[in-house]
Nanobody
């Protein structure tokens, strides 16, 4: 079992930046993938970015060039640096950790990001 705690959300103006953090604890040795999803009320949760244990990354088309996912293995923490934020980036952002990307893993409690126009 992996426990995840997100932080760093908040209110920012369009064009601004935020960095989200996700600290992992528990059975982290088995985790191969960590990622960020986001969800707008009434819509399905969607992938924002993911990173594997080798440092390979994938991004949703909507955030490519603006967001960067990274991980600090010594701190068991994954980050999401978000630049050039847009109002449509407003959502609750969730961190996930998985052994196998195609199997359900652990989720954090979510952190709200609000981008004002």
């Amino acid at each position: 079992q992996v426990q995840l705690v997100e932080s760093g959300g908040g209110l920012v103006q369009a064009g601004g930046s935020l960095t989200l953090s996700c600290a992992a604890s528990g059975s982290i040795a088995s985790v191969n993938y960590m990622g960020w999803y986001r969800q707008v009320s009434g819509k399905q949760r969607g992938l924002v970015a993911r990173i594997d244990s080798a440092g390979n990354t994938n991004y949703a088309d909507s955030v490519k060039g603006r967001f960067t996912i990274s991980r600090d293995n010594a701190k068991n923490t994954v980050y999401l640096q978000m630049n050039s934020l847009k109002p449509e980036d407003t959502a609750v952002y969730y961190c996930t950790a998985r052994v196998n990307w195609f199997r359900e893993g652990s989720w954090g409690q979510g952190t709200q990001v609000t981008v004002s126009s």
